[in-house]
């Protein structure tokens, strides 16, 4: 069974930062294109930003460029997300899930408020 679990959310005011974390179980991460999600109140799914197995190659929302910046640690299964410049619209709830264009696993999400 795949296991993914986000944590690092929570309430911070415009401008601010927060960085979330993923730890992963259950199936090769080192080898899994990983995504970062999230689903803001009332609104569908959104793909924010990937990266490749190994690190190399990282993409992100037109949303989220020059702002957030994706990271892994494969040592330690972890994906990581650093948000900066946080903006009200970035409030959503915030899920890892491998996959680049299909996302067949995902975390419960970890809830990011961010308050003007």
């Known amino acids: 069974e795949e296991l993914l679990e986000e944590s690092g959310g929570g309430l911070v005011e415009v401008g601010g930062s927060l960085r979330l974390s993923c730890i992963t179980a259950?199936?090769?991460?080192?080898?899994?294109?990983m995504s970062w999600l999230r689903q803001a109140p009332g609104k569908g799914l959104e793909w924010v930003s990937g990266?490749?197995?190994?690190?190399?190659?990282?993409d992100y929302a037109d949303s989220v460029q020059g702002r957030f910046a994706i990271s892994r640690d494969n040592a330690k299964r972890t994906l990581y997300l650093q948000m900066n410049s946080l903006k009200t619209e970035d409030t959503a709830m915030y899920y890892c899930?491998?996959?680049?264009?299909?996302?067949?696993?995902r975390g419960r999400g970890t809830q990011v408020i961010v308050s003007s």
């Open positions: 990266i490749n197995y190994w690190g190399g190659s990282r």
């Open positions: 259950g199936f090769t991460f080192s080898n899994t294109y």
């Open positions: 899930a491998t996959g680049k264009y299909e996302w067949p696993s």
